[in-house]
């Protein structure tokens, strides 16, 4: 199982955005939740799920304007599951919690941690995965505006050409805007991120269950 922890950045001193956050995130991505987006603590959400791939786009769209900490944990979770995830727990929500905190002191805003007692070889390849994740996270903070526009469009299915269309620019200009925003490498690490966010889960589930 995967659990997102995620606390708003600056909450003191800056509007509250935890209720429309969890109205959007509940919207658009209710299809892959095990329970509704809940609200923790005043300010933080706690998303639960069990496939890689969506929690990986979760994780992407929660980093992309640095206002949460984003603490992923990935483990084992007791059921049967409560109605409401803020009453959930198990390992993943443990470490999910250890990877939120660890998160406010990166400069990513992101961290990722299975159970402390799993077996180091686990815990060493969660490091790995958290390090390759930071890297499409720092590529991606490198993106300007325009970058992002071109983004959303091939992310709802656009090719570059309709894209370049829907802008009202030209084929190459759009593949300039491509190249400079990075948009192939993510389109192609995203992937492969994910299948080792989904290996890595398997391991903790393996690993939480042997004797």
Do not use: C
Request: avoid cysteine; glycine fraction near 8%.
């Amino acid at each position: 199982m995967f659990v997102i922890t995620a606390d708003q950045v600056g909450s003191r001193t800056s509007p509250d955005i935890v209720g429309r956050t969890q109205q959007r995130l509940d919207a658009e991505h209710r299809a892959h939740l095990l329970a509704p987006v809940g609200r923790a603590g005043g300010d933080e959400l706690q998303l639960l799920l069990a496939d890689a791939g969506p929690t990986l786009d979760l994780v992407l769209d929660l980093t992309r304007e640095q206002r949460w900490s984003v603490g992923l944990g990935v483990g084992a979770v007791r059921t049967p599951l409560p109605p409401a995830v803020v009453e959930a727990t198990g390992p993943a929500f443990y470490a999910a919690r250890d990877a939120v905190n660890a998160a406010k002191h990166r400069p990513q805003r992101f961290a990722l941690a299975v159970d402390g007692e799993a077996p180091e070889a686990l815990r060493a390849r969660a490091d790995d995965v958290r390090s390759l994740v930071t890297m499409l996270l720092v590529l991606r903070e490198r993106r300007s505006d325009a970058g992002w526009e071109l983004y959303d469009l091939v992310r709802e299915g656009l090719p570059q050409n309709r894209a370049a269309e829907r802008l009202g620019i030209s084929p190459a200009a759009v593949s300039a805007r491509a190249k400079a925003a990075s948009l192939r490498a993510e389109l192609d690490a995203a992937p492969a991120l994910a299948r080792l966010l989904e290996d890595l889960g398997r391991s903790a589930d393996d690993a939480e269950g042997a004797p």
